[in-house]
């Protein structure tokens, strides 16, 4: 700092001499013998000039008057021995030329400053022949006789004889931070001054590059002229005006009172507003009757703003502050504005696994449950259908001014579709629709806006064995399908497909008469008989007991899958969707229609009866050995399946 701050005193000394301090005693013999050198020697009588006497009272002039110009002389000379070497006096421009400015400072000759002196900084000159100007007198006579002037150090001279009078006084000076340096800032008062960085506020400084180029004002701590340094405090005036301040503010403050302030520090739990000498807190939850995030949401520092004082502790000088009690508490007003079945409009404000949180204005917030957000869809989080800050209109449920709760519906904005829905698709109505989803027990058919029908996949075919509905559907396949049921509390909607068609069983107990003779197709062999195919999906049982008896072993033994065997029906039972064969029964009318036909037409017998039975029965089984090789309509309609 003493490198950037020594300007007067030692560049006063570098090259030109001493400074004025010193130049008392320094110049005081030098001053003797110039003056003796330039003294103009009293007109008096001599004895070695009578004639000039006479001549010179000759031309009309009387001793008087000679006598008066002698003593002008002297009174000009002594005058010049009152400026002193490193001394400001005043002087006029009387020439400008190329190199120096000439000024008349009331000596023998004028005085030179060199013209860069006079420059600005935009280049331009401001010297004018006339202009009267402050200068020191660096030396009277250089080697070449001339006298040397400065502008700039006589300014310099003037701003040290303005701090000494500012300090002894202590009076303020203006200066601007021109730059940071290390351990605080440098301060232009047209000298330069260091300002400390304690000293620069009340509160330690961050960012202390952002003061840079600013103006303020500051008071002299101390100087030193003889090694150019001078320190500032800024803090130091703070401190007096804050004093101040805080006399004047501690008179009015007082509980309920409400105070103007200035936001001086922003926190995550709140605002510190200045109000004049003295901190007092906004706590986060009294800045709104509404949600506040962060209070940088609101206010800004340096914002001027009004607040209510809610506590004051005097002694430890604590201030409690409120913002939003400066306004009534929105919920004294609520179930008025909102009663229940209001639809009002809202903002998002937050996101939970129950529900979204609505406000309604400032200070009021409604939750809309997760349950009350759709009447047919089944909404796990509110975020498949809201986001934060988008606006929704729902309606009012329920009220709980004590506890500040409102409860909201989103859904109830719409008519509920399970309404209507009976009245547009009435139970026998065909519709169309797209497969949404498959599941293990069926498909999903979509009917209108967020209503889907089920067709379970005992819905889907009269006949077919599905496994699954894979085998049969697609998602996204377009299908027709019939009205079941309609299930409005449970919000069910029942489909079917094969509904489309007449159930052929409708028509087996005709067709397929007690006593008829059938052929089919062996598809399953159980421990408790065979299933036989008669036609696609139409099927029946011959159950083991109803099969002739084999005293080989096991009657089930001697028939495969795919086997084509002729039965007689014995049963039919269309609810129950069954049919009851018995190879048996085929068995015992064969012989007895052999016995009938034998008594009938009287004929002679070429053989016992007996081998009239076993001949019977060798063409019923080469019968059945034709049909396993030869398949018949029925069985190949079962490989189209």
Known sequence: MENETNFATQELTDENGPTSSNLDTNVGAASVSDSATRETPPVTASKGAPEEETADRSEGQSVEELQDSDNFMLMYEESLKSIQEGEVVSGEIVQVDKEYV????????????????????????????????????????????????????????????????????????????????????????????????????????????????????????????????????????????????????????????????????????????????????????????????????????????????????????????????????????????????????????????????????????????????????????????????????????????????????????????WDIIEEKYPVGTTIEGKIKNITDFGAFIGIDEGIDGLVHISDMSWTKRIKHPSELYKKGNEVRAVVLNIDKENERFSLGIKQLTADPWDEIPVKYKPGTRVTGTVTNVTDFGLFLELEEGIEGLVHVSEISSDKKGNPLSRFQIDDVIQARVINVSRDEKKIGLSIRKLEETTEKDIFRNYVNNNQEATSNLGELLREEMMNLGQSRSRKSNEPDSTEADRDDA
């Open 102 to 417: 000439l000024v008349d400072i009331g000596y023998k000759s004028e005085g030179q400053i060199p013209i860069r002196e006079f420059i600005d900084a935009d280049g331009q000159l401001t010297a004018k022949v006339g202009d009267r100007i402050e200068v020191l007198l660096e030396r009277r006579e250089d080697d070449e006789g001339a006298i040397r002037l400065s502008k700039e150090k006589a300014a310099k001279i003037k701003v040290w004889d303005k701090i000494r009078e500012i300090y002894e006084n202590d009076k303020t000076v203006k200066g601007t931070i021109v730059s940071r340096v290390k351990g605080g800032l440098s301060v232009d008062i047209g000298l330069q001054a260091f300002l400390p960085g304690s000293q620069v506020d009340l509160r330690p400084i961050r960012d202390m590059d952002s003061l840079v180029g600013t103006e303020h004002e500051f008071k002299i701590v101390k100087y030193n002229k003889r090694r150019g340094n001078i320190v500032l405090s800024r803090r130091a005036l703070l401190e007096s005006e804050r004093t101040a301040m805080k006399e004047k503010t501690l008179k009015i403050i007082e509980e309920g009172s409400v105070l103007q302030g200035v936001v001086k520090n922003i926190t995550d739990y709140g605002l510190f507003i200045d109000l004049g000498g003295i901190d007092g807190l906004v706590h986060i939850t009294d800045m709104s009757w509404g949600r506040v995030g962060h209070p940088s949401e609101m206010h800004q520092t340096g914002d001027e703003i009004q607040v209510k004082v809610l506590s004051f502790d005097k002694n430890r000088e604590r201030v409690s502050l409120g913002i939003k009690q400066l306004t009534p508490d929105p919920w004294s007003q609520v179930q008025d504005i909102y009663p229940i079945g209001t639809r009002i409009k809202g903002r998002v404000v937050s996101l939970t696994d129950y529900g979204a949180f609505v406000e309604v204005e400032q200070g009021v917030e409604g939750l809309i449950h997760v349950s009350e957000m759709s009447w047919t869809r089944k909404v796990r989080h509110p975020s498949q259908l809201l986001s934060i800050g988008e606006t929704v209109e729902a309606i009012v449920l329920n009220m709980d001014v004590g506890r500040k709760r409102i409860s909201l519906g989103m859904k109830q904005v719409a008519p509920n579709p």
